[in-house]
């Protein structure tokens, strides 16, 4: 029998729409019928049916009951708004509902106002059918803002409602801020006035209009006039500007007939000093000592740029030493300006700029500050400047050219443009220049220049302007006879050997400014540069032609170039110049490549070589012969025997090679009969150090696991400079693979320094580079050679598939597979094997033979069984292919045993029982083995 839920979404014991129960008593009972969420009258049906039989299907029916209040929801009334100390519009409810939703009537609800003051009626109620309990009036709090009530019912969550309460209409305006303020005629006064529009609860009112007017005082009222409050029920007014008259100024506010309306504020004008300019007066110019042609006076206005009159204004020098009148205060006219009744300069010009200040005391005003610049009067003074009571040689320039001042009454500089006019008066000399020049800007008056008369003794010179008081000027000087130039008479530029005296001995000459020789002038000669030396080292007096001769000068020990200074005090010294050269050959000493070592039978590192010198050691030159030869060791040069020195005195041989023997080997180097000829060089020659060992051949072979390479590896032994060793012992070991080497492990280096090793067997594994061999020297890193083993020829069938197998009757069973090796168990690929059914009633399918996969693998295609129980074989075989011993054709072979059963029927799915047995369902199972 089978039972269905056909409505009301409810359920069965089993959870399942369909099930079918047995009963020996022939009734068919479901344990339990779930009816569904929803509440209604016989709204649920549950049907019983049985294929066949009369009067089926049968239909039960059931009515779903709410069950006990599970939750309280808001119904209606949620989020309202209202104007505050108002009902809001729709009466709030909540809806009781039990856990699957279903209404609950008759629970009581309990209303009670939490937030915001206002009331809420009634306090409780009790839901009706449908589950709802409503309010008949919630009424706001008489504040604007957030107002809430909860609805509680007994052991479930309440319900909050909230509301928001709004302003009203406007009913009242009162002023907020911005009265009773002061501020300087014409300016803002600086609190912008405010009012604050309210409801009849006092809440403030936003967007009400109100028109700002002046009403008194003449001020202005920057755009707009009408402006709106803001949330905060606040109206703000343009900037206030107060009229230019101090005084009461007055503003009014004005919003319809609400309580209070017009409002009116009151500010207060006031008028002070706000601004100090010049009026005139400024930047003049006049003699210094002397009053400006225009009286300083300055202007005094208010914020709004009225003058003032009345105000206290003083006037005070404050550079350039003058004087102000009067030196009171002075106070402003009607006009606003006040001004001082003179301004007199100072004396003197250097003092400029003259400066006088302008301020209103006890103010904060900045002063005004007036420049005027005082100038010189007329030329008045002619007074010495520079030059005066100097001495020079005679017939020369005396050192600071004569100069004059011209000033006026003041002592100031008259400036650019005075004539001025020097003479010779005295001494016979002579004026540089023209004689008439002109007074700079600073009133001087310079000549170009004064030469002294040729004859020692006094010199005058008048400088005369006109009437000028102090004109003429006289200046004097001094004429001398002085040395004024030292020259070179005789003994420059010469040459002579190092170390001995010029031919020439040097001489000077030394004459006056008109070039007249001048005799007993001190003159001291001195060796500068080269190690010379000269004679006397004390002072050589001029003679009658005004010449000083040195006795003599001998160079320095050294090639090259000495120096020699010739001085008289306050003249710049003389120098002579001569070059020291070598002399003839006198020394051969060693200069490089004594006392090396060098492997025996190889070449020193540095060439020896020899330099020759004069007696003071100064390098020959080029082409002096020296001769090299092998005087012990049993070595030799390298190159030609006789050599010649290079440029710096230098002879060098080609090379030296030490002999064969370990030990002394020396080398001698000879030229006449120098003093050190023949010089001896000595040389060590030691004997070889392994360094390196070096693969020869029979690297990187290959050859068929477990036989031997072609080549037997073998290595050369070297030392530093990459010479063979003989007699080295080289180790040669295997290191990886698992081959042997033939005959000894440890051979020595033959005469080339190569060890060879007697053969190298490879190991048994196939792989490519996997097969090393190490040739090691004691202390040197080993050398490594490589080789691939390669398979050997198939040898092996063995098989690879499991050895147990079974299958149903005409069932497919898993492919067997086989593996091919070599005699040493590698897998060997592309072998050819062929399988065959050798016994039963199976098939094969697939490739065949088959040929083995990169592991030696060969896998049959596929193999059916026959449709009888018992074994069925299948071989595999490959040719002459062998198991050892015997090495004989050998066959692989799998046998499938059908295990007893029903006669065979086409495949079908089979199901077992835990035992092996067949089940009722007529499928047979069958198992093999492979053997």
Known sequence: ???????????????????????????????????????????????????????????????????????????????QSATAGTTVPVPPAVVVRDALGNPKAGVEVTFAVT??????????????????????????????????????????????????????????????????????????????????????????????????????????????????????????????????????????????????????????????????????????????????????????????????????????????????????????????????????????????????????????????TFTATAVSGAAAKLALHLGDGQSAAAATAVAVPPSVRITDANDNPVGDGTAVTFAITSGGGSITGSATVQTDASGIATIGGWVLGPTAGANTLTATSGTLSGSPVTFTATGTQVPISLTVNAGNNQTAVAGTAVATAPSVIVRDAGNNPMANVDVIFSVTSGGGVVVPTAVVKTNAQGIAVATSWTLGATVGANTLRASVTGLAPVTFTATGVVGAAARLTKHVGDNQSATIGTGVATPPAVRITDINNNPVGAGTSVTFSVASGGGSVNGPATVQTNAAGIATIGGWFVGPTAGANTLVAISGTLIGSPATFTATATAQVPFAVVIVAGNNQSATVGTAVTTAPSV??????????????????????????????????????????????????????????????????????????????????????????????????????????????????????????????????????????????ATLGSWTLGNTNGATTVTATSGSLTNSPSRSPRTRSWTMRMLPGKTPAPPRRAVASRRGSACASSTTTTRSSLV
């Open 115 to 368: 937030v915001g003051g206002g009331t809420v009626a009634p306090s409780t109620r009790t839901t009706d059918a449908q589950g709802v309990a409503a309010v008949t009036g919630w009424v706001l709090g008489t504040t604007v803002g957030a107002n809430a009530f909860t609805a509680t019912a007994a052991g479930l969550t309440p319900v909050t409602f909230t509301a928001t309460g709004v302003a009203g209409a406007a009913a009242r305006l009162e002023k907020s801020a911005g009265d009773n303020q002061s501020a300087a005629a014409g300016t803002a006064v600086p609190l912008r006035p405010t009012v604050r529009i309210t409801d009849t609860n006092g809440n403030p009112v936003a967007n009400a209009s109100v028109t700002f007017a002046i009403t008194g005082g003449g001020g202005s009222l920057a755009a707009p006039a009408t402006v709106q409050t803001n949330a905060a029920g606040i109206a703000t007014a343009s900037i206030w500007t107060l009229g230019p008259i101090a005084g009461a100024n007055t503003l009014s506010a004005t919003s319809g007939t609400l309580v209070g309306s017009p409002v009116q504020f009151t500010a207060t004008a006031t008028q002070v000093a706000a601004s100090i300019a010049v009026n005139a007066g400024n930047n003049q110019s006049a003699v210094a000592g002397g009053p400006v042609a225009v009286a300083p006076s300055v202007i005094v206005k208010d914020a709004v740029g009225n003058p003032i009159a009345g105000i206290d204004v003083l006037f005070a020098v404050t550079a350039g030493g003058g004087s102000v009148a009067p030196s009171v205060a002075v106070k402003t006219n009607a006009q606003g300006i006040a001004s001082v009744t003179s301004w007199t300069l100072g004396t003197v010009v250097a003092d400029n700029p003259n400066t006088l200040r302008a301020s209103v005391p006890a103010t904060t005003l900045p002063a005004v």
């Open 716 to 857: 050369v032994v070297r030392d530093g400079s990459s010479l063979p060793i003989p007699g080295v012992t080289v180790t040669f070991a295997i290191t990886g693979g698992g081959g042997a080497i033939t005959g000894p492990a440890a051979i020595v280096t033959d005469a080339n320094g190569v060890a060879t090793v007697g053969g190298w067997t490879l190991g048994t594994t196939a792989g490519t580079n996997n097969n090393n061999l190490s040739a090691t020297v004691t202390g040197l890193s080993p050398a490594t050679f490589i080789a691939s083993a390669t398979l050997d020829v198939a040898s092996i069938l063995v098989r690879n598939s499991v050895s147990v197998d079974s299958g149903v009757v005409f069932g497919a069973v898993t492919p067997p597979s086989v593996r091919v090796t070599d005699q040493y168990n590698n897998p060997v690929p592309g072998v050819a094997v062929t399988f065959a059914v050798a016994s039963g009633t199976g098939s094969i399918g697939g490739t065949n033979p088959v040929t083995t996969n990169a592991s030696g693998i």
């Open 1 to 79: 029998m089978t039972f269905s839920v056909a409505s009301g979404g409810g359920s069965v014991d089993t959870g399942v729409p369909t099930v079918t129960l047995q009963s020996a008593a022939g009734l068919a009972t479901v344990s339990n019928w779930r009816v569904g969420p929803t509440v209604g009258t016989n709204n649920n049906t549950l049907t019983a049916s049985s294929t066949g039989l009369t009067g089926s299907p049968v239909t039960f029916t059931a009515s779903g009951t709410a069950g006990a209040a599970a939750s309280v929801a808001v119904s209606a009334g949620q989020g």
